[in-house]
């Protein structure tokens, strides 16, 4: 039976590029997302997709279910579906707080928990991933939402390897800085985002921040967050726990 890895948000942006690093990489991988965008189809017979909506506890309970039942085992656990979106301190309303807070982080909080009881109930060393932010270690203008659901991640994270170290479970998170992924560029489009506020393209905002903020003045992509929690998730990184942990071409030297 091949290792067996969950990924929410796995459709799209970061999520379609950790998928495919685990499908190179040789695990079955399950695909979690509201929508079928065909990606699970495309990537050929070792990926499957499952619809879920993250802000439910019961439906990681049920992607898990489905993961045993397809490979017989389940063994990581990526909290990956994710929004990103700014607005001033003024403009943010009861709506837009909860969609945040339920996507980013109670949507993660119910996938460690769900995943934490699969592994101590099949008595399996397993590994949580989560998908933090680099706005996770420090705040933004705009974008104290954001930063908020991020930081509580990166809370969850140290404090559940913490927790569950003892029965051999590992949680990690990874840190990305800016991903041009369309969802990122989208929210870069809107009128409280830092290009805009700026007064500047999407394109040459993120060109002109690499240049300034990033040691190898270019930025991250999907691909290289998805080899580093294929790493995470690998017997090589055994020794690695509760450490949140940059993926920003030098952005937040830590």
């Avoid at 070792?46 to 063994?75: L, P, Y």
């Avoid at 992924?181 to 870069?188: H, I, R």
Wanted: glycine share 12%; aromatic share 8%; hydrophobic share 40%.
């Amino acid at each position: 039976m091949q290792k067996t890895v969950i990924i929410t948000g796995g459709t799209k942006g970061i999520g379609a590029g950790i998928a495919e690093e685990f499908i190179a990489a040789g695990w079955s991988t399950v695909l979690g997302a509201r929508h079928d965008n065909g990606l699970a189809n495309d990537l050929g017979k070792g990926c499957c997709f499952h619809a879920m909506d993250v802000s439910k506890a019961s439906h990681h309970i049920a992607a898990i279910e489905f993961a045993m039942n397809w490979t017989g085992r389940f063994d990581v656990y990526v909290n990956c579906a994710g929004l990103s979106a700014w607005r001033d301190i003024g403009n943010i309303d009861p709506e837009f707080w909860n969609t945040m807070v339920a996507t980013n982080l109670t949507g993660t909080l119910w996938g460690c928990q769900a995943a934490t009881a699969a592994f101590i109930r099949s008595k399996t060393s397993g590994s949580i991933v989560n998908v933090s932010s680099l706005a996770g270690k420090r705040g933004s203008a705009r974008n104290s939402a954001y930063c908020a659901t991020k930081f509580g991640v990166n809370g969850i994270t140290q404090s559940l390897a913490k927790e569950l170290g003892s029965a051999g479970i590992r949680v990690n998170a990874v840190c990305p800085v800016y991903v041009a992924t369309p969802g990122v560029l989208e929210a870069l489009a809107e009128e409280a985002s830092p290009a805009k506020t700026a007064g500047e393209g999407i394109q040459r905002y993120l060109e002109e921040f690499a240049q300034s903020n990033a040691a190898l003045q270019r930025l991250p992509r999907a691909h290289e967050v998805g080899e580093l929690c294929v790493y995470l998730a690998s017997k090589g990184a055994g020794a690695i726990t509760g450490q949140c942990i940059n993926v920003d071409c030098g952005v937040l030297p830590q």
